[in-house]
Structure formats: C-alpha cells, structure tokens
C-alpha cells in the first residue's frame, strides 16, 4: 500500500498548484482520501476530502473554511489518483501538505496511510 504526493512547489500569491497523489496496492474508490497540511510551528490541519465508498454512486467532499472557494478535490479512478487544485493562493497556504488514506473524517486519527508530503510554499 502506497500513497505518493507530488505537484508542490514555489508560486506567488494569487497563483495556483495541483497536487497529485496516486494510490498503489489498493484501490481508491473504496475508500475516502483526504489531504491534510502543517505550516512551520502549527498542528496538522485537515484541507480536503472526498469519499465515494459507501457503494450508492454518492460522493462527498469536505473542505476546510480556510479553503473553501479556493480548492477542488477531484479523483480518477482509472489513475487511482486523486487531484487538489489550488488556486488563488495565499501565503498562509504554505505547508507541507500530505495525503491519506481512511474513512471519512477531518481527524487525522481516522487515516490508515499515509503519502510522504509535498511542499507548497507561497510568496507575498
């Protein structure tokens, strides 16, 4: 089992980034995948979430205030991969951001594995 994060890097404010995180070993669908992120000094906080895996075709999405309007969440199932585009970034976006693996929730707790993270940093 394997989550692999990438797409971060070093933008401007107001610019945007996709991050990427592909799943191996298992399969997506069945699960949800959430993406969390921690800024130099702050706890890991939760951005984003998508859940397909309750078998009635529904998909639900959880964002973080902070990023609501800003961020999308989107998966392929053919990639097994799910996307976080993030436009109109703003400094205090800057973090590591990780994905994850686990059932529906914003609590870290709830999250079986774990990609190594991608480094978004913003400039003012």
């Known amino acids: 089992v394997q989550l692999q994060a990438s797409g971060g890097g070093l933008v401007q404010a107001g610019e945007s980034l996709r991050l990427s995180c592909a799943a191996s070993?298992?399969?997506?669908?069945?699960?949800?995948v959430a993406w969390f992120r921690q800024a130099p000094g702050k706890e890991r906080e939760a951005v984003s979430c998508?859940?397909?895996?309750?078998?009635?075709?529904?998909?639900?999405?959880y964002y973080a205030d902070s990023v609501k309007g800003r961020f999308t969440l989107s998966r392929d199932n053919a990639k097994n991969s799910v996307y976080l585009q993030m436009n109109s970034l703003k400094p205090e976006d800057t973090a590591i951001y990780y994905c994850?693996?686990?059932?529906?929730?914003?609590?870290?707790?709830?999250?079986?594995?774990w990609g190594e993270g991608t480094l978004v940093t913003v400039s003012s």
């Open positions: 998508i859940d397909t895996s309750d078998g009635d075709a529904n998909t639900y999405y």
């Open positions: 070993g298992f399969n997506l669908d069945y699960y949800a």
């Open positions: 994850a693996q686990g059932r529906y929730s914003d609590s870290e707790s709830l999250y079986d594995f």
